[in-house]
């Protein structure tokens, strides 16, 4: 099935969007596709036959030819007014009638995306106010997401506004900004992740991680927890190419079996903000104990030893964080990638440890560190993603 949208497509409350295997959606410039909240989407691709939303244009292909996916849901965020009985705010990037999202139910579903492919999105409305590859703006435990690749996008490759959203198998490759970008509290889950960034135009990171602004103690605090997460910049020309991961305003994170490594030209893991640090650790005379912000089972490995940003202000430095007092198990070595996945002797290979967690959706027990294992017919990105 092929579908062109020539403007900006909401699906509004009740109806729900079903896309099957092997369709084409084409967007013109200007349009979008909007999930409100109360609505659902169904793009179930398989393996052999994605769902690709991509641009109508067909020559001088590049991001921000059209606005990528938002959707919306009901699940908590932090960025609403003091006492207010349901906490909702409004999208950035739509200008006419913003649909809002947030609400009570964290396990709400927005539908499933499974092998999905999505092409030359996003673009920026005004400073700060941008439409993304694809949008979660309060999202649900309850919606299924597992196989999404974006590819050339003009702002962020995904974006996630609080919620609980929990995600597995995604690629994020050339965005112009940040490949996995998250704030307002997300609480949810990542697993197999694949971020590579090469022709940032912005400030450019793999991850760029925040609370929220103002305060930057908002509750609830970001605190994802992903597992293997593979962060890789390639092009070291390009002087936009800032951190592999940014953790900044007050987030927290439980960060498991990562490797980050390349050409950044600030550092592979970066802190920034006060808050942030007093989350993140408390200095010991045995070094920094990580509390809630963590790094564990991850390989670090920059391009001119520019592995962390330590700076003489901060409450301690990023590189003690990391080599952690609480025997985090990282290593400052080459993850010896091949391509995208590591070669069968590198030190990623058995080096991982799953976390463990609670509730139904539960992280695949892998033993290897970064987003792949070292055998070709494990590649779960293979053919579908693009790559």
């Not at 999404?148 to 996008?153: D, G, Q």
């Not at 970064?370 to 993603?385: I, L, N, R, V």
Request: charged share 20%; net charge negative.
């Amino acid at each position: 099935m092929t579908v062109k949208c020539a403007s900006a497509v909401t699906i509004k409350i009740l109806p729900r969007l079903t896309l099957e295997p092997g369709t084409k959606v084409y967007g013109a410039p200007g349009s979008y596709l909007a999930i409100l909240r109360g609505s659902q989407i169904f793009a179930n691709g398989t393996a052999t036959a994605p769902v690709v939303f991509t641009s109508l244009q067909r020559t001088n292909l590049r991001p921000g030819l059209w606005g990528g996916i938002v959707i919306n849901g009901n699940a908590p965020i932090n960025n609403c007014k003091p006492g207010a009985s349901v906490c909702e705010a409004e999208n950035e990037g739509i200008k006419n009638d913003p649909p809002k999202f947030g609400g009570n139910n964290p396990t709400e579903s927005s539908g499933s995306l499974k092998y999905v492919r999505i092409e030359y999105a996003g673009f920026e409305l005004s400073k700060d106010n941008e439409l993304n590859g694809l949008t979660f703006y309060g999202v649900g435990s309850g919606t299924e997401v597992d196989g999404i690749s974006v590819l050339y996008s003009a702002d962020d490759g995904v974006e996630v506004f609080g919620g609980t959203v929990n995600l597995r198998r995604i690629v994020i490759v050339n965005p112009d900004d940040d490949g996995l970008d998250w704030d307002m509290g997300w609480t949810g889950k990542a697993q197999f992740v694949y971020i590579e960034t090469n022709n940032g135009t912005e400030d450019s990171n793999g991850i760029e991680a925040d609370n929220l602004k103002s305060p930057m103690t908002a509750e609830p605090r970001s605190n994802p927890t992903l597992s293997n997460v593979t962060i890789v910049a390639k092009n070291a020309s390009n002087a936009r190419l800032f951190n592999g991961i940014l953790l900044r305003r007050g987030t927290g994170g439980q960060l498991h079996n990562f490797i980050v490594t390349g050409t950044f030209n600030v550092s592979c893991v970066n802190i920034d903000d006060q808050e942030t640090f007093r989350n993140a650790g408390v200095a010991t005379a045995a070094g920094v104990e990580q509390t809630g912000l963590k790094m564990v089972n991850s390989i670090v490995n920059c391009a001119g030893g520019k592995n962390f940003e330590d700076k003489a202000d901060d409450l301690f430095a990023v590189s003690s964080w990391f080599n952690g007092a609480n025997k985090s198990a990282n290593l400052l070595v080459d993850p010896m990638l091949k391509g995208r996945l590591p070669a069968e002797n590198s030190p990623a290979v058995g080096a991982g440890s799953v976390p463990q967690v609670s509730g139904p959706w539960q992280f695949t027990k892998v033993d290897y560190v970064g987003a792949f294992s070292p055998y070709e017919d494990e590649d779960w990105s293979a053919g579908w993603s693009g790559l």
